[in-house]
């Protein structure tokens, strides 16, 4: 197998461009793979990947063949392996082609990442077409060897390594900023609207501890804006409150936001993506899921922890699981000025797991290799199987 479709449409936030872009400069990079990425907002993977042109049909980055997803689509002839991110549907155009394939390609639905129990029993289920001759496999990602794995770069962590050992220094200076003092924490808030945030940020205000708030651009900041009372805040504003120090930072790409993660004390992320990269950080997080109907996420929010905390001595697991469950509005949870009291004492018990946590996950294999295993096996079932 040597070409690959993958198909993103982006709904609200970034998430889904995101993975689907890690995805698809694994895939070229680590196994040699041709891909192209179909896109139907190039605007918003400009975003986190500056150097796409959004007006562009057709443009290479990084190795990949960057497309942009128009309707009507035009006839192009499909790869031996197609991916619909989380559940988007393929042009029908391109279903049709699909057909006229011989074997026809390995068609996979990436969903969405979860640690609940009955991902496993899902994983590679097939879902025939109800009309023609396609049958699309169901991939999940996840954190057992019944799942597909996580994204990974095989460099991942020894970049993160040199970074720590050599770059960090420089990386403070590039933001303006000098080295932490000793005892300071240098804290990243990446987040949906929180009505929790209010409270996190008095008892940072009120910390012993001088606290340094990084806080990428997004959809946080008018919320930020009302607690600093401060309307128009904008990228490159720094305001004092306190012991806290908050800092604006401009929308980073992929590889900035990663720098941002290995280089502080405990990220506040949101979403998938994100989740992941903090994890691989190994650094603390406290995760925000991206919020569900029913309080879905709940569920979803409870399965991670469950996972997260499993090595963790008693209270810093129920402190983590506290943090988490006030900062994702899980009713009778406790408030966030206790939260962070807790943090403070639990400090180096958390930042001792959250060391760890990469290495335990780590010798489980890749999303990418798992995903490429899977498709060269079906495409060989399908090849032998062929009068």
Same mark, same amino acid.
């Given at each position: 197998?040597?070409?690959?479709?993958?198909?993103?449409?982006?709904?609200?936030?970034?998430?889904?461009? =995101?993975?689907?872009?890690?995805?698809?400069?694994?895939?070229?990079?680590?196994?040699?793979?041709?891909?192209?990425?179909?896109?139907?907002?190039? &605007?918003?993977?400009?975003?986190?990947? +500056?150097?796409?042109?959004?007006?562009? #049909?057709?443009?290479?980055?990084?190795?990949?063949?960057?497309? &942009?997803?128009?309707?009507?689509?035009?006839?192009?002839?499909?790869?031996? %392996?197609?991916?619909?991110?989380?559940?988007?549907?393929?042009?029908?155009?391109?279903?049709?082609?699909?057909?006229?394939?011989?074997?026809?390609?390995?068609?996979?639905?990436?969903?969405?990442?979860?640690?609940?129990?009955?991902? %496993?029993?899902?994983?590679?289920? +097939?879902?025939?077409?109800?009309?023609?001759?396609?049958?699309?496999? @169901?991939?999940?990602?996840?954190?057992?060897?019944?799942?597909? %794995?996580?994204?990974? /770069?095989?460099?991942?962590?020894?970049?993160?390594?040199?970074?720590?050992?050599?770059?960090?220094?420089?990386?403070?200076?590039?933001?303006?900023?000098?080295?932490?003092?000793?005892?300071?924490?240098?804290?990243?808030?990446? !987040?949906?609207?929180? *009505?929790?945030?209010?409270?996190?940020?008095?008892?940072?205000?009120?910390? *012993? /501890? *001088?606290?340094?708030? $990084?806080? +990428?651009?997004?959809?946080?900041?008018?919320?930020?804006?009302?607690?600093?009372?401060?309307?128009?805040?904008?990228? %490159?504003?720094?305001?004092?409150?306190?012991? $806290?120090?908050?800092?604006?930072?401009?929308?980073?790409?992929?590889?900035?936001?990663?720098?941002?993660?290995?280089?502080?004390?405990?990220?506040?992320?949101?979403?998938?993506?994100?989740?992941?990269? &903090?994890?691989?950080?190994?650094? *603390?997080?406290?995760?925000? &899921?991206?919020?569900?109907? /029913?309080?879905?996420?709940? #569920?979803?929010?409870?399965?991670?922890?469950?996972?997260?905390?499993?090595?963790?001595?008693? =209270?810093?697991?129920?402190?983590?699981?506290?943090?988490?469950?006030?900062?994702?509005?899980? +009713?009778?949870?406790?408030?966030?000025?206790?939260?962070?009291?807790?943090?403070?004492?639990?400090?180096?018990?958390?930042?001792?797991? !959250?060391?760890?946590?990469?290495?335990? $996950?780590?010798?489980?294999?890749? $999303?990418?290799?798992?995903?490429?295993?899977?498709?060269?096996?079906?495409?060989?079932?399908?090849? @032998?199987?062929?009068?």
């Amino acid at each position: 197998m040597r070409t690959w479709d993958i198909f993103c449409t982006v709904i609200d936030n970034f998430g889904d461009i =995101g993975i689907s872009w890690r995805l698809a400069r694994s895939l070229a990079h680590e196994h040699g793979m041709q891909v192209r990425l179909w896109v139907d907002d190039l &605007a918003a993977f400009q975003r986190i990947r +500056p150097e796409i042109q959004s007006e562009c #049909d057709m443009q290479q980055c990084d190795g990949v063949t960057v497309c &942009a997803w128009r309707t009507p689509f035009l006839p192009v002839v499909p790869a031996e %392996g197609v991916i619909e991110a989380f559940g988007c549907a393929l042009p029908d155009e391109y279903v049709a082609a699909m057909t006229m394939q011989t074997p026809p390609p390995v068609w996979i639905n990436l969903e969405y990442l979860s640690a609940e129990s009955w991902v %496993g029993s899902h994983h590679g289920l +097939p879902s025939p077409h109800p009309r023609l001759p396609l049958t699309k496999y @169901f991939f999940f990602p996840g954190y057992t060897d019944q799942t597909g %794995g996580l994204l990974r /770069e095989r460099d991942l962590l020894a970049r993160r390594a040199h970074f720590v050992q050599h770059e960090v220094d420089a990386y403070w200076q590039s933001l303006g900023l000098s080295a932490p003092a000793a005892g300071e924490w240098r804290i990243s808030l990446f !987040a949906y609207e929180n *009505p929790a945030l209010a409270g996190l940020l008095d008892a940072w205000r009120a910390c *012993p /501890e *001088p606290i340094t708030l $990084l806080v +990428p651009e997004g959809r946080i900041l008018p919320q930020l804006a009302d607690w600093l009372g401060e309307p128009g805040v904008r990228v %490159g504003d720094a305001f004092q409150r306190g012991a $806290l120090h908050v800092r604006i930072l401009p929308f980073s790409s992929q590889d900035e936001y990663d720098r941002l993660l290995w280089a502080c004390d405990l990220n506040f992320v949101r979403g998938e993506d994100s989740c992941v990269r &903090a994890q691989w950080a190994a650094r *603390p997080l406290v995760w925000q &899921a991206y919020p569900q109907a /029913e309080a879905a996420h709940h #569920d979803k929010l409870d399965a991670l922890l469950a996972i997260y905390t499993e090595t963790l001595a008693s =209270g810093a697991a129920q402190l983590l699981t506290d943090t988490w469950r006030r900062w994702n509005g899980v +009713p009778g949870a406790l408030d966030m000025a206790a939260c962070w009291a807790g943090w403070r004492v639990q400090r180096d018990a958390l930042k001792r797991h !959250a060391a760890i946590w990469p290495a335990q $996950l780590a010798t489980r294999p890749s $999303l990418t290799d798992t995903l490429v295993g899977f498709a060269e096996n079906k495409l060989k079932s399908c090849v @032998f199987s062929t009068p």
